[in-house]
């Protein structure tokens, strides 16, 4: 700090007067000041011709055109005579391949990825937490809240199943207590380790456009659920015993969730999500409701049964690397509407893309709930 401006970051304790002579991390105030600081630096090396630019506090992330041909000690140089004191042994040289924000960022392959040691750090923090009789403290809930926060960035799957431990860290009255880790903790922290070890630990840069497949889904409570992807179609009744409905033992929330696990899985089954996990990563879904539209894009129901198809629905895209997208459609322009009130004929009439019936057949956890009519 300057000596003129110490006298405005004073502590009285005991007293003595106790003076800030650096702005510290402890400071709430510290990490404005040097944003502001930051930003100006940025806005120089701008007009200077150095850039893109990009920065996270003090770490600054500095991306070389092709048509551009300046060097690591041009950059440091055009400021470092104005005082900025760059730390020569933490500057990494330009490469395609770079380290920021703890991830892996190529630019050849226009993916990020986890360092690998860090990933095996979080699969054994989480492994403690799963152990028996685990307890922690507010710190260390908040940590493990961060950690799965972090790398949720590039891990779209796991968001879901991190807001339980977000409310157990908020729950803590004192920094020095132990509480117990709660049920649906340790479940979501299951289901978390489960996706890290199946997902491939690299997502591609690029933010696409998701491919349309085709997908269609709908459900009805009166009848079941039909499905279309791609040329294909797909309907199927409920069960004898399942009912659906208000104050019944499902809700059209778990119908309509269980119309996209047998679309993705038809999709599967015909090799439809090969070809679109090569286009973009991620696929269209298309549904008439709009809380199952919500669910599926934010992962999460209020519904027990909806999320335990959620986490099938779930396991199944870390299987195959890729995400969904739902988007909402009115009722009148949904295709399969017709479907899932078990009107066959009106279906093929108004539709005709749908050219086959598909041949796929449900896997025995589903077909206890649904059958061919």
Excluded at 171 to 200: H, N, Y
Excluded at 258 to 269: D, I, P, T
Aim: glycine share 8%; hydrophobic share 45%.
């Amino acid at each position: 700090m300057r000596p003129d401006q110490q006298n405005a970051l004073c502590i009285y304790w005991r007293g003595k007067v106790i003076v800030d002579l650096a702005l510290c991390f402890g400071l709430s105030s510290s990490a404005g000041i040097f944003g502001s600081i930051a930003d100006m630096l940025v806005a120089l090396y701008k007009a200077y011709g150095y850039g893109p630019i990009r920065k996270w506090v003090d770490d600054f992330f500095v991306i070389r055109l092709l048509h551009q041909s300046y060097t690591e000690q041009d950059f440091i140089a055009t400021l470092g005579a104005a005082g900025v004191p760059w730390s020569i042994p933490k500057t990494r040289s330009f490469a395609t391949r770079q380290r920021f924000t703890g991830f892996i960022w190529d630019l050849e392959r226009r993916s990020v990825s986890m360092p690998s040691e860090k990933m095996e750090q979080t699969r054994n923090l989480i492994d403690t937490w799963l152990a028996m009789g685990h307890k922690a403290t507010m710190k260390e809930a908040a940590h493990l809240h961060g950690k799965l926060i972090h790398i949720a960035t590039i891990f779209p799957l796991i968001r879901p199943f991190t807001r339980t431990i977000a409310m157990f860290a908020a729950r803590f009255r004192s920094p020095r207590a132990k509480l117990r880790c709660p049920d649906p903790v340790q479940a979501d922290l299951r289901w978390t380790r489960q996706l890290l070890d199946k997902l491939p630990n690299e997502m591609p840069l690029t933010r696409p456009e998701p491919a349309d497949i085709g997908w269609w889904g709908d459900a009805s409570s009166s009848f079941g659920i039909g499905v279309v992807v791609g040329p294909f179609w797909g309907i199927w009744r409920y069960a004898r015993g399942v009912e659906v409905g208000p104050r019944k033992q499902y809700d059209i929330g778990w119908a309509e969730a269980l119309a996209v696990e047998v679309g993705l899985q038809m999709a599967e089954h015909h090799g439809l999500l090969a070809e679109a996990q090569t286009i973009a990563g991620r696929i269209l879904v298309r549904s008439d409701n709009e809380g199952i539209v919500t669910v599926v894009n934010h992962g999460r129901s209020r519904s027990a049964n909806t999320n335990e198809v959620l986490r099938r629905i779930y396991s199944t895209l870390a299987n195959t690397g890729i995400t969904l997208r739902a988007t909402h459609v009115p009722s009148r322009l949904n295709v399969t509407d017709a479907l899932s009130r078990g009107d066959i004929e009106g279906f093929l009439a108004g539709f005709a893309a749908a050219t086959t019936r598909s041949d796929f057949c449900l896997p025995p956890n589903l077909a206890s709930l649904l059958s061919s009519p």
